[in-house]
């Protein structure tokens, strides 16, 4: 037992030692000037109708490419700024980004919804449904010109103050997507009771679906429940053709993955969608022939 309590004490020393340490406290002071000085990019990735080929939209991803060390992935810096203040500020700066590339788009005809990525001191910070508001004014969109993906966990939670914001948002026409879903913290019938319309189906499950009969079942069965619940499914991480064709099968609406298109930066992204709106035929935003209707 005392060797047990002791132990505990060294890693909780040793996670705080961590999360102090000098290398992770230069890094979050190059982060802080990043963001200052406007060096993180948002970069565009396309999410795709597995049936029609109608893009449904683009998922806004954030890089940064550090002076020094080069590009440094967003799993590593994200946890990062979430354990600071920094993390309101990047949010912030990822929607003004995201809101003035999507009018760039609407105004110039591709209308097409930029998803971006939100932690969870976001959903505590009541002034974001405030910015998005002000935001969509200022760029004259729609409010479904953007979407937010909230991770399953975030949304579980029980706080109010966030509950708050969640109302908020819908209240503004704001669509929410449930990102990560799968990865095991979720009561699926609570699903039902939030303001979500889509729900991504986690990478790590549709990236063996091809090999793994378990995965196969898991995705294959939280398609069907996406799909009575009357939402949109969408498939992270498709990355070969089997998987696109499997997952159609199965009824999924959206595929997102190397297999369609990398996350891509502003230029590219727009020749890609310009490429893809003139090759094939594209619908209106906001209708969803792909969902199907369940009685
Ligand atoms: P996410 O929101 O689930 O984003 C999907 C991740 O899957 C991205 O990783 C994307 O590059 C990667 N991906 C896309 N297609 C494929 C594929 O076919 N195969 C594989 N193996 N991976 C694929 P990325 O860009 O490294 O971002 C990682 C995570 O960092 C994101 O996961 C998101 O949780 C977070 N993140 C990224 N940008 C932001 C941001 O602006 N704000 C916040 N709060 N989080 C962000
Ligand atoms: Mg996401
Ligand atoms: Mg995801
Ligand atoms: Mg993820």
């Not at 990560?180 to 009771?193: A, C, E, N």
């Amino acid at each position: 037992y005392l060797a047990k309590e002791s132990r505990t004490g060294v890693e909780l020393y040793q996670q705080d030692k961590d999360r102090n340490s000098p290398e992770r406290l230069n890094l979050l002071g190059d982060l802080r000037r990043a963001v200052d000085g406007g060096d993180l990019q948002l970069h565009y990735q396309p999410k795709v109708g597995l049936t029609s080929g109608v893009v449904h939209g683009v998922e806004g991803l954030l890089r940064w490419c550090h002076p020094v060390r080069g590009p440094i992935a967003p799993s590593e810096f994200i946890p990062l700024a979430e354990q600071s203040y920094l993390m309101r500020q990047i949010t912030a700066y990822v929607i003004e980004m995201a809101l003035e590339q999507a009018a760039r788009w609407w105004h110039t005809g591709l209308r097409v919804q930029i998803s971006v990525n939100i932690s969870a001191r976001d959903l505590l910070d009541s002034k974001l449904p405030e910015q998005l508001e002000v935001g969509l004014a200022k760029f004259r969109l729609p409010p479904m010109a953007i979407q937010l993906e909230v991770t399953e966990r975030i949304l579980m939670g029980d706080q109010a103050y966030t509950h708050e914001t969640i109302k908020a948002l819908a209240a503004l026409g704001v669509p929410l997507a449930l990102d990560d879903f799968g990865t095991g913290y979720s009561s699926l019938i609570r699903l039902q009771r939030l303001a979500v319309s889509e729900v991504k189906i986690d990478s790590s499950f549709v990236r063996r679906i091809t090999e793994s009969e378990d995965d196969d079942r898991i995705v294959r069965s939280i398609v069907d429940l996406v799909r009575s619940l009357g939402l949109r499914s969408v498939a992270e991480g498709v990355e070969s053709d089997e998987a696109a064709i499997r997952l159609a099968e199965m009824g999924c609406d959206v595929g997102q993955g190397w297999l369609f298109g990398r996350p891509m930066p502003p230029a590219e992204a727009t020749s890609w969608l310009r490429e893809r709106f003139e090759t094939t035929p594209q619908i209106e935003l906001g209708y969803r022939p792909e969902v199907t209707q369940t009685a």
